[in-house]
């Protein structure tokens, strides 16, 4: 009994491992077909994650960035909905972060500026990305469709406001003026100028409240109710669209984090498409940690680890790039994702 | 002696641990008219299906015609001879009758596709196909519109559809899976009849049921089981339909009246007075409805299924969003609060258990353990830490009250962190009338409450709720077992297409009448 009650806590975290060392098999095997050396891609793309203080820094950074966009896809993901609007989110709480950054008055204190800049990046991203949400719940659109679509919006909206209201007069980019000096988050020394900064801090402690609403609340347990029985839930009371609502709504929160981190703690600006893509690998963040907090955590750390030390892999290694990275996440995703058709097909025997 | 068509010889089904069927032996001879009888999860289905080929026989053996079946899907099953109708219908709801029995076998008998010119030429012959049913059904008593919808048709129709088929298949061995579970007693009486006749045209019938009555009426031999064993396979004369609950169950029960108080009903507890509920440009759910509920009293709500009677209890439970599709001109009223302005969450708030129809659907999480299943609908009585809007849910307070609970309802096994999927069916209800009814509410919501229940559950929830009205609770009882809402029942509204077309009291409760007001007729 005790036995099978740790595997069930363990049997998660022991098929991701499964699927992550798979991704590697089949990522170095392609490089093996591509004519390199196996081992040799694996080690490159470690040393290039931890070789240096700098490595290691950048890996903090993206760490902090993949855990809100990881976010951003699992605490929908519990109350049954499933957001893949992450980069827009992204890139309207970065630009929100930016224009507060740029026009707050210089006599607020700093610490007070940083926290308005990250609210204003939490509020407006969990508004666009509400905007699906509340299509979804209130109206039965689907939320797929509308939160693929805004991203779209996002990036033409922020775009254009970058090109040209806002553009920074010193600037050939599409890009805002840099922000006050006393608004950048200051990067931990150790890591010899890499933008790792508190911005972590702010990830881990959205982690954490995911986990303790979820877990100890009533709004949480509610969540719960609607992602696996919409009629009981119905029955029992609780408001399906508006528990939707504001589980989306929450997730795309989370981006603003993402976005401040991204102006605050690394460019001091807001640049035309940002985002870069991390709002999307959100998506297999959160699938390979199983939407759960701690899960999305550990993934965002190993997708950063994994994004960072590819890039290693442009200099290295002669026949393949650090798109490898790409096909290894593409492939421990899939791995993922079989798992759960296989153990639905189990539990319905 | 007659020799045995089908002959189940130690059969064992084994799914992991689970021993679904065990150690099966019995007989079913030619021309024969079998019932199968038992509990939910007896292990009747799947006996079934393992001669229909949908599972394979862990051990022991099924002789067909005297030699070990050979076939090993529903197909090969179909070849022999054999036919299925399910449970739930395998029909297109949005094709007619008639491309409803095309379906799978468009080019009709094999033989037919070599001497009949469209077929071979890989064309339907609706006009063919159509003469041959005609023909069928005026000799088995069909009256199946053939251009009809399925959708369209009743549910009694549908499954002479069903039957209609298997026949056009060829099928001369027919098993009916619980065939009566949806039917009105017209439609059943219907059936009964259309069933004997098929028996009597040479056709080997195996019936599954746990309807005792039509049991006796219409089978020729019996057969009992018992989580999943065989006790008994006896001809009909030998035993009574007490014999039979008993045997299912294991021990004796008691069939006869739950005693009750004399009490006379005292204050109103839920009125609903000329509800009528539709959108605009379709048919009314529900029409001018009026009903009440006073204290110490039982209604019960008969209907054949969807005759409006879950558009009911939905409306109660959820009036303010509701009310929107209403005429307006109804008067709810519930606990003395105006009911237009309760919405669903402040109905779990009054004192009213809710017992819905559909128990892994709606009255439960089956994933998730008895304790959080205890929560549901009921988390804000464990509310704790006002400073965060009594968000925090006290867990350890409501394991302490749930623990009591089950100990007083007698569910088994009484462990808060057990999965509820895995419990049987009648303690997983227990547990639903033990959540709803430990609370002490003034007015009770039941729905289907003893459905897909053993007949010893049934004796205690059956009790419970007689308790209840005794002690001056008010319950609304929807059920689609007359016999139950006959027993338990201080008033009996009949339903049909949304409307309420009879009452009766107690003492008037008339079976026939009551049948009759169900199919439509009587008004």
Not at chain 1, 3 to 15: E, G, M, N, Q, S
Not at chain 1, 20 to 34: D, P, Q
Not at chain 2, 203 to 215: Q, S
Not at chain 2, 488 to 494: E, P, W
Request: one cysteine or more.
């Amino acid at each position: 009994m005790k036995i099978h009650r740790i595997w069930t806590i363990l049997k998660p975290a022991f098929f991701a491992m499964v699927s992550v060392m798979l991704g590697l098999l089949v990522g170095s095997l392609l490089a093996m077909l591509a004519g390199e050396d196996p081992i040799k891609i694996i080690q490159v793309i470690i040393s290039g994650a931890f070789g240096t203080a700098h490595d290691r820094g950048m890996v903090i950074y993206f760490t902090t960035i993949l855990i809100a966009t990881g976010l951003a896809v699992a605490i929908p993901f519990q109350a049954g909905v499933f957001n893949i609007g992450a980069e827009g989110q992204t890139l309207i709480g970065a630009m929100s972060c930016a224009l507060l950054a740029l026009f707050l008055p210089d006599a607020l204190p700093s610490w007070l500026a940083i926290c308005l800049c990250f609210a204003a990046a939490i509020i407006a991203a969990g508004v666009w990305g509400g905007i699906a949400g509340g299509i979804r719940a209130f109206r039965g659109g689907h939320e797929v469709i509308g939160s693929i679509m805004l991203n779209f919006i996002a990036a033409g909206v922020t775009g254009w406001l970058v090109v040209g209201k806002f553009q920074s007069s010193d600037s050939q980019n599409p890009e805002t003026a840099m922000i006050p000096e006393n608004l950048k988050l200051a990067r931990f020394e150790m890591f010899d100028g890499a933008p790792a900064t508190l911005a972590i801090l702010a990830s881990l402690i959205a982690a954490a409240l995911f986990w303790v609403v979820i877990e100890k609340t009533r709004a949480g347990f509610r969540v719960k109710v609607v992602c696996q029985s919409p009629d009981a839930a119905q029955v029992a009371g609780y408001s399906v669209p508006q528990v939707r609502f504001w589980a989306f709504f929450a997730g795309s929160a989370a981006c603003g984090l993402a976005g401040a981190a991204m102006v605050l703690g690394e460019a001091g600006r807001f640049r035309m498409e940002m985002s870069e893509g991390f709002g999307f690998l959100g998506i297999p963040v959160a699938l390979l940690g199983r939407g759960r907090p701690v899960g999305v955590v550990l993934s965002a750390f190993l997708f950063a680890a994994l994004h960072h030390g590819a890039s290693a892999l442009d200099i290295e290694a002669t026949k393949v790039t650090r798109d490898l990275a790409q096909v290894i996440e593409a492939v421990v995703v899939i791995f993922v994702v079989a798992q759960v058709r296989l153990s639905h097909s189990r539990g319905a025997i | 002696m007659s020799s045995s068509l089908i002959e189940f010889s130690h059969v064992t089904k084994a799914y992991g641990a689970l021993l679904a069927n065990e150690d099966l032996c019995f007989r079913v001879s030619k021309g024969e008219l079998h019932a199968i009888i038992g509990e939910n999860g007896a292990g009747k289905s799947t006996s079934m299906k393992l001669l229909f080929g949908l599972e394979s026989v862990t051990s022991g053996e099924i002789r067909f015609k005297g030699a070990p079946k050979k076939w090993n899907s529903p197909r090969g099953a179909m070849d022999a001879g054999l036919g299925m109708v399910h449970q739930h219908f395998m029909l297109s709801p949005v094709h007619t009758a008639l491309d409803n029995v095309i379906l799978g076998r468009e080019f009709g008998h094999s033989k037919a596709k070599a001497t009949r010119l469209l077929p071979s030429l890989g064309l339907i012959d609706r006009v063919t196909i159509r003469r041959d049913l005609e023909s069928l059904s005026k000799s088995a008593g069909f009256n199946i519109p053939w251009d009809e919808k399925v959708e369209n048709m009743p549910v009694g129709l549908q499954q002479q559809l069903e039957i209609a088929k298997l026949l056009y298949a060829g099928v001369d061995v027919m098993i009916l899976d619980e065939p009566t579970a949806v039917l009105s007693p017209d439609e059943t009486e219907t059936f009964l009849q259309m069933m004997k006749n098929l028996n009597q045209q040479g056709r080997t019938i195996i019936i599954i049921t746990h309807k005792l009555k039509e049991v006796k009426s219409i089978a020729d031999h019996i057969t009992v089981f018992r989580r999943g064993k065989s006790v008994a396979s006896v001809p009909k004369q030998d035993v009574s339909i007490q014999d039979m609950a008993d045997l299912m169950v294991g021990r004796h029960v008691n069939l006869g009246e739950i005693k009750r108080s004399a009490n006379t009903p005292g204050e109103s507890l839920l009125t609903v007075e000329s509800l009528t509920l539709g959108r605009a440009g379709t048919k009314n759910k529900l029409s001018d409805i009026s009903i009440s509920v006073k204290e110490g009293q039982i209604v019960g709500l008969a209907g054949v299924e969807g005759s409006g009677q879950t558009d009911l209890f939905n409306t109660i439970l959820d009036p303010r969003r509701f009310s929107k599709m209403t005429d307006g001109r109804q008067v709810i009223n519930i606990l003395g609060r105006d009911g237009d302005t309760l919405t669903a969450s402040d109905i779990r708030r009054l004192p009213i258990g809710v017992v819905p129809a559909d128990r892994l659907r709606e009255a439960v999480l089956p994933d998730e353990s008895l304790l959080e299943n205890d929560l549901l609908g009921h988390d804000h009585e464990f509310a704790s830490w006002a400073v965060l809007g009594g968000q925090w849910l006290d867990r350890r307070s409501a394991k302490g009250r749930l623990l009591n609970e089950l100990k007083t309802f007698d569910v088994r096994p009484s462990d808060p962190d057990a999965k509820l999927g895995g419990f049987s069916g009648g303690n997983q209800q227990k547990f639903v009338m033990a959540r709803e009814l430990s609370r002490n509410p003034k007015l009770i919501l039941c729905a289907q409450p003893t459905r897909g229940v053993d007949v010893g559950s049934i004796e205690q929830i059956h009790g419970e709720l007689i308790a209840r009205r005794d002690a001056g609770a008010g319950v609304l009882l929807i059920s689609s077992q007359l016999d139950e809402l006959m027993a338990l029942s201080d008033i009996i509204h009949v339903m049909f297409e949304g409307r309420i077309v009879a009452s009766f009291k107690r003492g008037e409760f008339d079976e026939g009448k009551i049948g009759v007001a169900m199919g439509g007729g009587g008004r």
